[in-house]
């Protein structure tokens, strides 16, 4: 039998009381896929009447985050002063740069009469030149993204350009983000446009260049090298990549830096709670080897 074309990622499965997270990156021996440093898929969840997600707040630095969901709702609030629900098909930016705090959260109308939680959460890496940017967050509706048509493959780009579209999350390195739903046997040829790719097979069966690729699982594809992904039933991908990341990064918690000494600082920093707050929100999620939490900020 023939050797796959691709690196095989497989999740590394959590259950956190009902709601399965599935991690995909960073793993061994792909820490990263161009600037992607955090690849989780969230779900499918089902909560109950008033039962939701609850991240209370928690920081970030050197990154980028982006939520993309298939099912439900989510209530982001920064300490930027944003609030934001997301929907499915939209895309919430958030530039963490120097340090951002954000909770993510069901909104109260969700809450009360619950209903399912579906999508994907990853962390772009931010090059050496801008991980200390201003903090930022951007929301873009699902209407104002690149629609890629192929014959019976829909596309949507999240961010970065692909397929000849730029999306208009603003992004700092050369990279590119898409959903995919195929229809059964539909093919779709993903080109060598960048140096490092992926496949993430959120659902369906699919074949990669003849070789199956198993759901839930991510496919790290081969530089400068097209491939073509086969549908067998109706399937949802994602596809991402770019450029690699100007040097090693540095990933403890919630942190990611090109140095130790940054995320020290940044440990140090959310311990004297010198981060921004969240507006309205009095809980926070303290650091890891914290043994409690104070009852506020303040």
Known sequence: ???????????????????????????????????????????????????????????????????????GVIMHRDSLGSVQPIHPGDVNWMTAGRGIVHSERSPDDARRSGGPLHGIQIWVALPKAHETVAPAFEHHPASTLPAIELPGVSLRLIAGTAFGCTAPASTFSDMFYAAGE????????????????????????????????????????????????????????MLLGGKPIDGDRFIWWNFVASSKDAIAQAKEDWRAQRFGKVPEETEWIPLPDEPKPPESFS
Do not use: C, W
Not at 19 to 48: C, E, N, Q, W, Y
Not at 199 to 226: C, K, N, R, S, W
């Open 182 to 237: 195929m229809a059964p046997n539909s093919r779709l040829t993903v080109p060598a446009d960048y140096p490092e790719r992926a496949i993430y097979l959120v659902d369906g069966e699919v074949f990669i260049d003849g070789t199956e690729f198993p759901a839930q699982h991510m496919a790290v594809l081969p530089g400068a090298q097209e491939l073509t992904i086969e549908a067998k039933t109706t399937a949802r991908i």
């Open 1 to 71: 039998m023939a050797q796959p074309s691709f690196h095989l990622i497989k999740p590394h499965v959590k259950d956190l009381g009902g709601f399965t997270v599935k991690r995909l990156l960073p793993s061994h021996p792909h820490k990263m896929v161009g600037p992607f440093i955090f690849f989780d898929h969230m779900g499918p969840a089902a909560f109950g009447p008033g039962a939701g997600l609850d991240v209370r707040p928690h920081p970030h630095i050197g990154l980028a985050t982006v939520t993309y969901l298939f099912e």
